[in-house]
């Protein structure tokens, strides 16, 4: 029973006019809809889901640790243990020992990785230039402000373990 009465509620939710949708609905339906444009880019790349994200994390920090990756990205260790693995696989980064720290692995981007990398981020500007086309510079910056917000608020909950 439960299952029919969440697929309703769902069905009823992506019929729902978008200007009577609660601010929850809009949030996920609008990183759903941008967050599509984005995944076509990484399967094309063959990428794994999570992978996108440790890419753009490397990015900016290159050389971090998987634990690093872990608490950056949230997700499980099992999880990234596989996605870096893939990466590594696919040529996309490379494990190497710290020189200070003989047990710890850093985990790097080739050029290859790199290149991937600016690819998705260039669809990932498209994507956000194509969502705010008519949006001023003062909207943009007061939305950008605005899901700042929202985002430290809900980072302030605590979240339940099961990710």
């Known amino acids: 029973m439960t299952l029919k009465k969440d697929f309703r509620a769902e069905a009823a939710a992506s019929i729902t006019p978008v ?9 996920c339906d609008t990183a759903k809809l941008m967050d599509g444009f984005v995944a076509k880019k990484t399967e094309e790349q063959k990428l794994q889901v999570g992978a996108r994200r440790v890419l753009a994390f490397l990015s900016v920090r290159d050389g971090v640790s998987q634990l690093d990756l872990i608490r950056l990205t949230h997700l499980k260790a099992p999880t990234i243990s596989l996605i870096v693995q893939k990466m590594e696989h696919d040529g996309l980064i490379v494990r190497k020992t710290d020189d200070l720290d003989m047990r710890l692995t850093r985990v790097y981007l080739t050029e290859h990785g790199k290149s991937v990398n600016r690819e998705i981020h260039e669809t ?21 402000s605005l899901l700042v917000r929202l985002y430290r608020n809900m980072e302030s909950i605590e979240q339940p373990e099961d990710r």
């Open 124 to 144: 990932v500007c498209n994507v956000e230039e194509t969502a705010m086309q008519d949006f001023t510079d003062a909207e943009k910056e007061q939305l950008h």
């Open 19 to 27: 200007e009577s949708k609660t601010t929850y609905a809009l949030v």
